[in-house]
Every structure is written in C-alpha cells, then in structure tokens.
C-alpha cells in the first residue's frame, strides 16, 4: 500500500526534558526509511508563526546528518519555548492591555501553505492540548509525550522524568554527607508543578525523612516532628525533599508570577520550609534548590531508549493513519492513545500506589 505522504514536520514545545534530541533523530530516520521528507519547526511553532525572526527561514530541513551523533545529548536541536501558545497567544489590545488570542486557524493555514502533510508534536500538557486543537481542525498530528514532572496522562511514563530522577537522587545522596557533618537539616527543592513524581521518586531512592508533594498539603508541625524524632533517636540530621507545587494545609502554591501566554512561575517553597523547620526545630536548616538541573543535560539509557521507542512510534502512527493520537507507554509496548484522553486529566501520584506505600512503611513522612 503506498503511503500519502511526502513531508512531515516536527517539533519539540514546552520546558526541554533530556530524550527530545532523540525522539527527534528516531522521527526523522524513520521518516526517511519510509522516504518522506522531513522539516523541523524551529521553537514550538514560532518558526511558522513568526518566520521573519529566523533569518535562516523557521523551518530546518532534516536529514540523516543533521541528526547524526544526538541520540545522547540534552536540550533540543530544534529550540523550544513555553511562551507564545498559538491557542494562548500574547496580543496586544488598542488600548495597550495584554489578552491571549487563539492564533491555531492561522497556524493550520501556515502548516497547509508548506505543503505539512502531518506533524509530529513533542511536547507536555501545554504542546499536546495544542496538538489537540489543531487536530480537530484537520491537521493530522501525532503527540509525543515529554515532561520531567511525568504528569502526562495515559502513558505510565514520559521520557525525561528518568533522567530528572537520577539526577536528584544524586543531589540527594550527596546532601546527606554534607547535612550529616554540619547536624543540619537539608531541604531540596525539585521541580513538579502539580504532582510530585520527582520528589517522591528521587525522595525514596535517596532516603529521605519527609517529601512534601503537591498531592498531599502538609503540616509543618509534622515535618518538624519528624526532624525530632530523628534527633532524639541520636541522629543529629535530615533531608527533606519538597517539589516546588507543595503547598501547606491551610496555603496556597508558591507562585512567583504569571505573564500573559504563560503558565505561573513557581519557586520558594524550599526556603519557605527551611526556614519553618529552623524556628521550629532550632536546628540549623539550608535550602538547595536543583530547578533547571533537573532539565539540563542528556537523558538516561532508559529515557534515551524510550525516546527513541517513541520517535519511531509516532512515525508508524503517522504511516497507519493515527491522527489525532500522542504515542504511549504501556508495558511492555508503545500503543496509541486519544489526544483528547490525555490530556483529559493530569497523573498526579496515586495515594493508594505502591511507591506511596513503601515509603510511608519506611517511615518517610509526607507531613500529613
Ligand atoms: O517542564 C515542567 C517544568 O519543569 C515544571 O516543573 C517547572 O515549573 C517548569 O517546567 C519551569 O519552566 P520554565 O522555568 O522553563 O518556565
């Protein structure tokens, strides 16, 4: 059966996550083994939207050699941005007041107008509810899963999130040392906006005393009990991981702001909760915020591998027909999903799961 396409296009939008460079190398060598042709849309879809910013044109023609040797390399050779959603845009009113306007109409007439015959979009919840709306306006569009907060639904994981989680593990392992010969109390604050995969995950692996996730309010009168009883028991420190959308019983997130086409900025919550647990301890107490780290830098073999598993997945999803599907895990295969189920609801940590479980009977506590 001869297939109908001759050019796809795709992209990587939202914050990078470690795995993009190889989601997109498997995209694009599939393509070509099909004999397709294959652009790549620079920063989301600024390079289709505002082209005359690329003074090299906002489409990259991909070939074998531009994606030679990246399978192992963080960031995105195409850029990415989590500003200026063409369905969240930042527009200007005549009377100088900032509103978001829904751009997709002229984004699927500039996808048409470079004979796209389908797009592959790499992205999380922001870049797939995009996907979403393009496709049911006829584009015919593959998603890809991508976060290191994991929070994607329908897929048991999104690459990047094993990267992040090593990562932190090993901040957390190298704090222990540290808080251990000072008699301090370290708090790391990881990323994990709405769900606390991160923090419970790297909160586990690198024992622990509290993790603070967003899905459980804490009490910080219990994350200082906790510090107590450690220090009654003889043991003079601790390590408290926190994901920087926990909040307290009785407060709100820490939002640092929220400009116009653009998700809230968190931050501060770790030192926030440092400086509680000094008061209320009288331990000394610092704070280390690993932020970006989590996102910077190559992916693990397990991202690299499910990257790659992904990029070819949509490439088949594509050459079967799949539109208006994002590419999931479901072990011990890459099946297709509806666009409109994942993004449906966010996977916030199951309270009843099993890691849950295992680290409450290790005593970790969540402060509640
Ligand atoms: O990718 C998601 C995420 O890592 C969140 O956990 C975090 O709040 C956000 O990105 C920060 O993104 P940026 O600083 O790039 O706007």
């Known amino acids: ?22 989601v997109i190398r498997a995209v694009v060598v599939s393509a070509l083994h099909r004999g397709w042709e ?5 920063d989301g879809y600024n390079g289709l939207m505002t082209p005359e910013a690329y003074p090299e044109g906002g489409l990259i023609e991909l070939t074998r ?22 369905i969240a845009y930042p527009t200007q009113t005549p009377d100088g007041e900032w509103i978001e306007t829904d751009r997709s109409d002229e984004l699927v007439e500039k996808l048409n107008a470079m004979d796209i015959d389908a797009l592959v979009a790499i992205g999380g919840d922001g870049s797939l509810a995009i996907a979403h709306v393009l496709a049911k306006k006829g584009v015919r569009i593959v998603g ?50 709405y769900a606390g995969w ?9 024992t622990a005393d509290a993790i603070l996730i967003p899905e459980i309010p804490y009490d910080i009168e219990k994350v200082a009990d906790r510090v107590r009883e450690r220090v009654e028991r003889g043991r003079d420190f601790a390590i408290i991981v926190v994901a920087e959308g926990a909040h307290p019983i009785d407060g709100e997130r820490s939002v ?10 968190l931050g501060g919550i770790g030192h926030r909760v440092a400086e509680q647990l000094a008061e209320l301890t009288g331990k000394e107490t610092r704070a280390v915020v690993l932020g970006h780290l989590l996102r910077g830098g190559g992916p693990t073999t397990l991202d690299r591998l499910l990257a790659l598993r992904f990029g070819a997945a949509a490439v088949r999803a594509v050459a079967e027909g799949c539109y208006g599907c994002m590419v ?4 011990p295969t890459v099946r297709y999903v509806p666009l409109s189920s994942a993004i449906a609801r966010m996977k916030t940590v199951p309270l009843d799961s099993d890691t849950m479980l295992t680290a409450r009977n290790l005593g970790i506590s969540f402060g509640d």
């Open 198 to 206: 991160i923090a419970l995950y790297a909160g586990v692996a690198g």
């Open 328 to 331: 999931a895990l479901d072990p």
């Open 38 to 42: 294959v652009v790549g849309i620079r």
């Open 256 to 265: 640092v702001g929220k400009a116009v086409g653009q998700q809230e900025r």
């Open 1 to 22: 059966m001869s297939e109908p396409f001759r050019r796809i296009a795709v992209n990587t939008g939202g914050g990078d996550a470690p795995g993009l460079n190889a």
């Open 65 to 86: 050699d531009s994606v030679r040797g990246i399978t192992h390399l963080g960031g995105t050779i195409l850029g990415t941005t989590n500003r200026g959603s063409p």
């Open 144 to 193: 890809v899963p991508k976060t290191i907060d994991n929070d994607l639904a329908e897929t048991v994981v999104t690459f990047g999130f094993d990267s992040a989680v090593t990562f932190a593990a090993e901040a957390v392992d190298r704090l222990h040392s540290t808080a251990e010969a000072h008699d301090r109390v370290m708090v790391v604050e990881v990323m994990g906006r």
